[in-house]
């Protein structure tokens, strides 16, 4: 009788598989803890892997996303990874979804776009880039609770109707701008 003797992927200690095992002792209940991915880790899982490919697959999978939200996870992998971790689950901790969603547009305005323009131009101005993703972020949730759904849509169809959702929220806020912004 041949015994398998190959390492055993459920155990821990990496005991054989023919070795006899004492039974387990209870484990105490864990606590689940997701673990954060790494900045590399995460764009390879979002875009795949090598810059060609990810540069392909970023324009296709911004533009032709099933719906706004969607968009955006690929528009910006690099602010899109930081603001999850550091703005929008922090936030959702403690808010209702759509709040945090929105306020994460507008953290991502202001903190992203805005201030740092301020900083490299040594001026501050009324913040455009604030209000212009918080019109973003409404049309955000406003497509979520409409349960607007471009899936079935073919891809040149959610290319054309991305494209109109940023062309058209950034008319919105530069609108909201004029009216609210000095001079």
């Not at 992927?9 to 004492?22: H, M, N, Q």
């Not at 606590?31 to 899982?45: F, G, I, P, Q, T």
């Not at 403690?94 to 301020?118: M, N």
Request: a positive charge; hydrophobic letters at 50%.
């Amino acid at each position: 009788m041949k015994m398998d003797m190959s390492v055993d992927p459920d155990t821990e200690d990496g005991a054989t598989a023919g070795a006899l095992k004492a039974p387990a002792a209870p484990r105490p209940a864990l606590v689940r803890h997701k673990r954060r991915r790494s900045l590399n880790a995460y764009l390879e899982r979002l875009l795949g892997h090598g810059s060609a490919t990810q540069a392909r697959t970023w324009l296709l999978r911004s533009f032709g996303a099933r719906s706004f939200s969607e968009f955006w996870r690929y528009w910006n992998p690099v602010y899109g990874y930081f603001l999850h971790y550091y703005c929008y689950k922090p936030l959702r901790r403690r808010l209702p979804r759509p709040a945090a969603v929105w306020l994460t547009f507008v953290a991502c305005g202001f903190f992203l776009h805005d201030a740092p323009g301020w900083m490299l131009a040594r001026h501050v101005r009324f913040p455009e880039m604030t209000a212009i993703f918080m019109v973003f972020g409404a049309g955000v949730i406003m497509a979520e609770a409409l349960k607007i759904d471009l899936a079935r849509m073919p891809l040149p169809i959610r290319i054309v109707v991305n494209a109109a959702y940023l062309v058209g929220s950034w008319e919105v806020a530069h609108l909201l701008t004029r009216l609210a912004g000095p001079g």
